[in-house]
């Protein structure tokens, strides 16, 4: 049995249609099941909550291996699943981590993540752990600009990365819970093109037919709004407006192929991706 947590979001949704098209028995832990209904219909649901420790037992009987996303800052979520994984006697976890755990020194985002590695390492299950660097799907933090105005707001300029699709990011959490050989593995994954902002502006302003206005961002306050419309604790927004400089020094753009040893294919491209999510981008009258 495998447990996935974070089945509703962009790589858990991905990931459950990966595992269910490979046959494998498969649970999602749930807070909401109202959002786990477009899931695949041969997958269990348990509903519990990382925030209650005590929710989790029954999730986890039974669980051989776990794919583990634990959102936010907190440390907490990835402690209790641990000791819930670790009581289930559960073999195998897949741990999405972050690729800026590899920085010299190690941003705030990245530490984070680190502590949450270690607490899994501590604990003495084999694990796998997955380091993206940016998702394609933070280009849906634009839509309200491009819906609302033909804009998007630039906080790194000449900065570039390699975004990759969390579709690719699910297909080697998928190989990694269903093959041998990966434990105690660690892969840093990303696309295969690096871009700027206004770069991906541009494909998705070619793919929506629409022109639209790359804005510099003037302050960091600005930009933090721009990816926290409704506020971010001080902690977490220190750490982005650090992230965003940092992704504006990298004017080459980090990049691995770890996607295509593994698969043995190219990661999906940016323009595949703005192609399935068009309408996302077009105003609702014309979607």
């Keep these: 049995m495998l447990l996935v947590t974070g089945a509703t979001g962009n790589i858990g949704r991905e990931l459950t249609r990966e595992l269910t098209a490979k046959g494998v028995k498969l649970r999602v832990l749930v807070r909401d099941p109202a959002r786990a209904t477009g899931l695949p219909a041969r997958a269990e649901r348990l509903v519990g909550d990382l925030d209650e420790p005590a929710t989790l037992t029954p999730a986890f009987d039974g669980v051989d291996k776990l794919f583990l996303l634990t959102p936010g800052i907190r440390i907490g979520h990835t402690a209790a699943a641990v000791a819930a994984a670790q009581a289930a006697g559960v073999g195998h976890i897949v741990h999405l981590s972050s690729f800026n755990v590899l920085g010299d020194p190690m941003p705030a985002m990245g530490r984070w993540h680190h502590e949450r590695e270690e607490n899994i390492r501590a604990c003495g299950i084999p694990a796998t752990f997955l380091r993206p660097g940016g998702f394609m799907t933070n280009a849906l933090d634009w839509v309200p600009t491009i819906r609302e105005g033909d804009y998007v707001l630039d906080p790194v300029g000449p900065g570039r990365y390699a975004p990759i699709d969390p579709a690719d990011i699910a297909a080697v959490a998928a190989l990694a819970l269903t093959e041998d050989g990966h434990q105690d ?71 691995t192929d770890t996607v295509q040893r593994l698969l043995g294919r190219k990661p999906r491209t940016f323009a595949d991706w703005c192609a399935r999510n068009a309408d996302a981008f077009r105003r609702p009258e014309t979607a």
């Design 185 to 255: 593995k660690e892969y840093v994954l990303t696309g295969d093109e690096t871009f700027t902002v206004t770069e991906q502006v541009r494909v998705i302003s070619e793919t929506i037919g629409r022109d639209i206005e790359v804005r510099e961002v003037t302050t960091p306050d600005e930009a933090v709004r721009f990816r926290f419309p409704n506020g971010a604790p001080q902690a977490l927004a220190d750490a982005v407006t650090e992230g965003f400089n940092l992704m504006r020094a990298d004017t080459v753009g980090f990049r």
